[in-house]
């Protein structure tokens, strides 16, 4: 037979299911992460969280005349030591047989360990590993050695080694000339290539004992791969496992969550199983960095690795507060000193980055610039930042004045898909102008002119994302209702939404319906009892929430289109939104605040965790697809585990306990809801229209440079010109008072120092 496999270079290659069973890494050395799914490994990150390079590395058992891969049997039980321990034990069972599988991550090495099982009269054991690389495998080089399996590409190489080795081995092209094909035309192991490449390949090996360990090592050269593999394996498979468990034993002393020993253990275990997910989507390299998720989103569907292993500042900053609440102080910590590593000159944050920094997306939302400060602003509090203070003093800075010159409009919302002003963005930004204001690191004009625009923006709030009277709201007997997000320079009861991934479809902006509106409440600005909350409560409890056996579930919003099609086909730029269970959190949340019991929300969001506890970014709405794997109720297609669901979920237990939201700050507080703070002025954004402006305020026409305000009346009547001033982080304006200018409009246009005249004259009208 031939040593060169044919068929290259192999169909077109795409990554696994997004459906988790667990997720794990060690807490040493080593950059592993490892996925499983359907009962074995799917994809495994090296050397980075953001970086995969295994496509899955399964078994086929072959007994009596027969072979069955076993991801495809759909029986087996997983179990770990305890909760908190990320360490499998799989079982697949058979009437002919019974798989055992066992996997930890090599402290000390860049080493995965498998230790395996087989019982069945006559049954052998094979193992199928698939490459993929560099994040792809279209350009894979495989061959077989005595010593194991290896495949390389560039700069990075791989080792599959077992302890007993093997007794024959192969490597082919994917859907040509691999392993499984073998078996699917042969319905045995019949060929021995010896090497393929480049291209889609897969290696499989029929392993010598039925009991046993495998080692798949990750080097940047496969001698390197090599050492690594039978390093790992001469320690020995249970000096290892016990160096893996002594390290996140040893994590979990510092374990401290509020009233832990009155919750009862399904709660306490759900905490420290998701503090254990979050921990394990950690960069090593980079403390502080954690990907959103090590998972492929319908990665069944498609080649390319998507953007779920990356960076969010929005997801690490909700997972922070989740640290917070279980006493990882230094994981904080790590977690402030990452974000200042990463903050651009300007102030703001990347939509998202790999671990080490690099941009991925270019999206700009500014709720990603508004909770860092909070964040800060926290551990300040918590007396956290010891040495840490002229960074974070920097830190803040730069962010808030961001925030002034760039709102209070967002070009994309936290769902990344809408510009304009939402309240979940903006809320977040009014917060991050009073807890800055009152941090200390701003001097004292700054402060005083942040309140001063979080006073406006918080006073303007409705004018810009609440409607009444409208036929919603009649249908539904209510006076009005917060709306998704107002995308117009205009008020929100008039103009359309543009719905993303909906094939270029719109809907009027006053019924696009959504949860942002509960951050209002959970970050004290308005009352959780104020009627437009609640009437805007009793409308999204309608219209966005489903009511399953295991408790309320709720869409992002109507007509969301990031999701499964219609007939449980994989989301490919349009689709059919399904639902959230972090969303099950955020409205826990405003139960909480309500004094309303929480345990529905609870249960539900546990009711959606996969085998291992891993919560999904979204579960499926419909009746089952069984050949999708969609069963109602149940994780969908999207990311799973998904660290934002885990972290909200773990809040969602401290403010059942605390009665109070761990992102809630006095000073705002204070300042809303117990002193009712109102602002006398109105500042000018030429982003946004101020409309009829009251004769009750004052006018601060702003901003970013210098300039000459030429200005009339009526019609450019009585003109005047006045010189702006200093208004703090580098904002200029000229108030204007309008006491006297009822039923009068303002004509005015500026002229700047550097640029000359604007080009443009505006109009506002007093009433």
């Not at 060929?191 to 390949?201: D, L, R, S, T, V």
């Not at 972090?582 to 009711?607: F, M, N, P």
């Amino acid at each position: 037979m031939s040593k060169i496999a044919p068929g290259g270079p192999g169909i077109s290659p795409t990554w696994t299911s997004s459906a988790k069973d667990i997720i794990g890494t060690s807490l040493l050395k080593s950059r592993v992460w490892f996925t499983v799914g359907y009962g074995i490994l799917n994809e495994i990150y090296w050397p980075s969280c953001s970086k995969p390079q295994i496509r899955d590395l399964g078994f086929i058992v072959a007994v009596n005349g027969e072979w069955f891969e076993v991801k495809r049997l759909h029986n087996y039980t997983l179990s770990t030591p305890s909760a908190e321990l990320l360490l499998p034990k799989i079982t697949h069972k058979h009437q002919l047989f019974t798989l055992e599988l066992e996997i930890i991550v090599d402290p000390l090495r860049d080493v995965l360990l498998i230790q395996y099982k087989l019982e069945g009269n006559g049954a052998k054991l094979y193992s199928l590993l698939s490459p993929h690389l560099s994040g792809n495998s279209e350009s894979n080089i495989g061959f077989i050695t005595s010593k194991g399996m290896i495949a390389e590409k560039d700069d990075y190489a791989i080792m599959l080694a077992a302890d007993s080795g093997f007794n024959r081995s192969s490597v082919g092209y994917v859907g040509n000339s691999d392993g499984w094909q073998d078996f699917h035309q042969n319905g045995q192991m019949t060929w021995e290539y010896e090497q393929a490449g480049p291209g889609n390949i897969a290696m499989m090996g029929e392993l010598t004992e039925n009991n046993g360990v495998l080692a798949l090592s990750f080097a940047n050269t496969k001698e390197g791969a090599q050492t690594l593999a039978y390093s790992s394996l001469a320690t020995g498979y249970p000096n290892v496992r016990e160096q893996y468990v002594i390290c996140w034993t040893e994590w979990f002393k510092f374990f401290n969550f509020p009233k832990s020993d009155k919750l009862p253990d399904v709660l306490l275990d759900a905490i420290k199983r998701s503090m254990a997910v979050i921990k394990s989507h950690a960069g090593g390299t980079f403390p502080g960095a954690l990907v959103a998720s090590l998972s492929i989103p319908w990665g069944y569907a498609h080649k390319d690795t998507g953007g779920y292993h990356l960076v969010w500042p929005r997801d690490l900053v909700e997972v922070g507060f989740s640290m917070l609440t279980c006493g990882m102080l230094l994981e904080a910590k790590q977690i402030l000193s990452y974000l200042i590593s990463i903050q651009l000159p300007d102030g703001h944050w990347m939509q998202n980055n790999f671990t080490d920094g690099r941009p991925y997306w270019q999206g700009l939302q500014l709720d990603e610039v508004a909770f860092p400060v909070l964040f800060a602003v926290k551990l300040q509090e918590e007396n956290l930042i010891d040495g840490m203070e002229a960074a974070v003093e920097n830190m803040i800075q730069k962010a808030i004045a961001f925030i002034v010159h760039n709102g209070p409009t967002s070009p994309q919302d936290r769902w990344e898909e809408n510009s304009g002003i939402n309240a979940f963005t903006l809320s977040l930004m009014i917060a991050a102008l009073v807890t800055g204001a009152h941090s200390k690191f701003l001097d004292k004009n700054d402060a005083e002119y942040a309140l001063k625009l979080a006073d406006d923006w918080n006073n303007r709030l409705e004018e810009w994302v609440y409607v009444e009277n409208t036929d919603l709201d009649q249908e539904h007997q209510i006076d009005g209702h917060y709306v998704r997000i107002n995308p117009n320079n205009c008020p929100a009861k008039y103009g359309y939404v543009d719905l993303k991934n909906r094939n270029g479809q719109s809907i009027e902006t006053y019924k696009l319906l959504g949860l942002e509106y509960l951050y209002l409440a959970r970050l004290g600005l308005r009352h959780p009892t104020d009627k437009r909350i609640v009437d805007t409560t009793k409308l999204i409890d309608k219209a966005l929430c489903v009511n399953l056996p295991h408790g309320p579930y709720y869409y992002r919003y109507n007509e969301d289109g990031y999701g499964e099609h219609e007939d449980g086909s994989a989301f490919d730029g349009s689709g059919i939104g399904r639902l959230w269970p972090l969303l099950s959190g955020e409205r826990g949340h405003q139960a909480v605040l309500c004094k309303e019991d929480a345990t529905d929300y609870i249960k539900a969001i546990l009711a959606s965790a996969s085998k291992g506890g891993m919560l999904p970014e979204q579960i499926w709405d419909q009746e089952d697809i069984r050949r999708y794997g969609l069963y109602k109720g149940r994780p969908s297609g999207s990311a799973m585990p998904l660290i934002w669901a885990h972290a909200e979920f773990i809040k969602l237990i401290y403010i059942h306990i605390s009665q109070k939201p761990i992102e809630q700050f006095a000073c705002v507080t204070d300042r809303y809801l117990k002193n009712n703070q109102k602002s006398d002025a109105i500042y000018w954004y030429d982003t946004i229209a101020c409309g009829f402006v009251s004769s009750k305020y004052k006018l601060w026409i702003q901003a970013s440079s210098p300039f000459n305000l030429h200005y009339g009346f009526d019609g450019w009547n009585d003109i005047q010109d006045q010189s702006s001033q200093p208004l703090g982080f580098g904002m200029y304006g000229v108030c204007l008072n309008l006491k006297n200018l009822a039923g009068k409009r303002i004509n005015f246009t500026r002229h700047f120092e550097n640029n000359g005249w604007e080009g443009r004259n505006w109009e506002v009208p007093v009433t």
